[in-house]
């Protein structure tokens, strides 16, 4: 089990950057996969990206070349840096950590719109 708190979140113009951050309540040095996933309103909760302990990264086709994710061991610290956020960007954005069980952090808003 590990306990999840994310931060960054907020209102960005289209074109803009945020930088999202999750926070664990422990190492993270063990847990093997890391990862963002994003939830609009009416729609399901989708994956954005994820990352292994051994750095190796996925990404969601409509997030490539615009979203990085990247994990700090030493903070226990996960990122989403985002890029050229559009419109279609606005989502409840969740950190999530396979343990292996899914363990979800309790979300940040991110809102793009001019």
């Known amino acids: 089990q590990v306990q999840l708190v994310e931060s960054g979140g907020g209102l960005v113009q289209p074109g803009g950057s945020l930088r999202l951050s999750c926070a664990a309540s422990?190492?993270?040095?063990?847990?093997?996969?890391m990862g963002w996933y994003r939830q609009a309103p009416g729609k399901e909760r989708e994956l954005v990206a994820t990352?292994?302990?051994?750095?190796?990264?996925n990404y969601a086709d409509s997030v490539k070349g615009r979203f990085t994710i990247s994990r700090d061991s030493a903070k226990n610290t996960v990122y989403l840096q985002m890029s050229s956020l559009k419109a279609e960007d606005t989502a409840v954005y969740y950190c999530?950590?396979?343990?292996?069980?899914?363990?979800w952090g309790q979300g940040t808003q991110v809102t793009v719109s001019s």
């Open positions: 990352i292994t302990n051994g750095g190796g990264t």
């Open positions: 422990r190492t993270i040095f063990s847990i093997i996969v």
């Open positions: 999530n950590a396979r343990t292996p069980a899914h363990n």
